[in-house]
């Protein structure tokens, strides 16, 4: 390399630019220009990690808490809001530590390889606003597979597009008009959002597809007598309905591919305790790390706002920082009842074996 340095200069001396002649020679531009100044190539990566209540730690115990954090089966965090996890227990670390830690300990996700093709167009869809709670639910209808039954149940949940929590749901054989009107009576009724809203006041919207549960006359009579507003997506078009179709994504990925049901009564026991880690205990980055119920809490005490990002995009933030160790919900112990109410199989299930139909 040095050689080639030597050839540039002469060229250059000669009077050709210095582009010509590194393209001659077959080296960059900044090879050539390049000076070293003795001083060591990079810094290397620390060892110890600060912890504002023990002091310096070894690496090898924040990579002990990292897998404490992603351990529980609900738990799928990514760097990011691990690292605001342990910021929660008094780490002072940036996510590229962290992810440099989960990366050498193989604790980041597998890359997931999408295929987009070229001359597909995209629906530009409408994100509902950040209003308040519960101004916007999105209902949808998810199939699950019963193996013992070998057959589908229809699972039904109403999610808050503002907080994420998903507090109303149920799972059957069949999905009828009548079973979705008692459980909107049901998610008008829920303690959650009686604290958080006054109905007499709050117009509330249900956004849904154009199912035949959805379009039929005696749900629209039953929403107009409780003063609910129904509002449908366009066509084929999941993507206005993205929040929920998000959640049935993570419900596939967390529950439906992990379980083998033996029967209904089986499904829905383990979708108990799944919706409950949603609400109380699993936290989310778009809701600043924290689950729904206490994020809805934060919300309440006025320390959480809502801004625009460079894209225009609402988001949340803090007006000021919520007080240390602040509760997320049941450990996972408390959660799980160790082995007690651990559902999961330990085995990787065959692919005749996972359901059917996502």
Not at 107 to 120: N, R
Not at 146 to 164: D, P, Q, V, W, Y
Not at 195 to 204: L, N, Q, S, T
Not at 303 to 331: C, H, M
Request: hydrophobic share 40%; with cysteine; proline share 5%.
């Amino acid at each position: 390399m040095g050689e080639k340095r030597e050839i540039v200069c002469q060229y250059v001396f000669n009077g050709l630019t210095v582009s010509v002649a590194t393209s001659i020679a077959g080296i960059k531009r900044s090879t050539y220009y390049y000076r070293p100044n003795g001083r060591c190539k990079g810094k290397q990566p620390s060892v110890h990690t600060y912890n504002c209540f023990m002091g310096h730690v070894n690496n090898d115990m924040v990579v002990k808490e990292i897998i404490d954090l992603i351990t529980p089966e609900y738990n799928d965090y990514g760097y990011q809001t691990v690292t605001a996890l342990l910021k929660q227990q008094g780490y002072v670390i940036n996510h590229k530590k962290v992810r440099r830690l989960m990366r050498d300990n193989n604790l980041l996700h597998p890359k997931v390889v999408k295929y987009i093709p070229s001359d597909k167009t995209f629906i530009k869809f409408t994100v509902p606003p950040l209003e308040g709670p519960f101004r916007t639910i999105e209902a949808d209808i998810k199939y699950v597979y019963i193996h013992g039954a070998r057959r589908n149940a229809f699972l039904i949940s109403f999610l808050c597009t503002f907080c994420r929590g998903n507090f109303v749901w149920d799972m059957d054989y069949t999905m009828h008009s009548v079973q979705i009107i008692r459980l909107i009576k049901v998610l008008m009724g829920h303690p959650i959002i009686r604290e958080y809203i006054d109905i007499r006041r709050v117009i509330i919207k249900i956004r849904t597809d154009n199912g035949p549960q959805f379009i039929a006359k005696i749900l629209a009579e039953a929403l107009r007598s409780l003063g609910i507003a129904h509002e449908f997506i366009e066509p084929g078009t999941p993507q206005q309905n993205g929040h929920i179709e998000s959640f049935h994504s993570t419900v596939t990925r967390l529950v439906c591919n992990r379980n083998i049901f033996d029967d209904l009564n089986h499904a829905k026991e383990i979708f108990s305790y799944f919706f409950f880690a949603y609400n109380n205990v699993r936290a989310m980055k778009v809701l600043l790390h924290y689950p729904p119920v206490t994020f809805l809490k934060l919300w309440k005490s006025g320390v959480v706002g809502i801004k625009e990002d460079k894209r225009g995009r609402e988001i949340f933030f803090f007006r000021e920082k919520p007080a240390p160790k602040l509760g997320t919900g049941p450990s996972a112990e408390v959660l799980l009842g160790i082995d007690k109410f651990n559902t999961f199989e330990n085995r990787v299930l065959t692919t005749k074996e996972i359901s059917p139909v996502l």
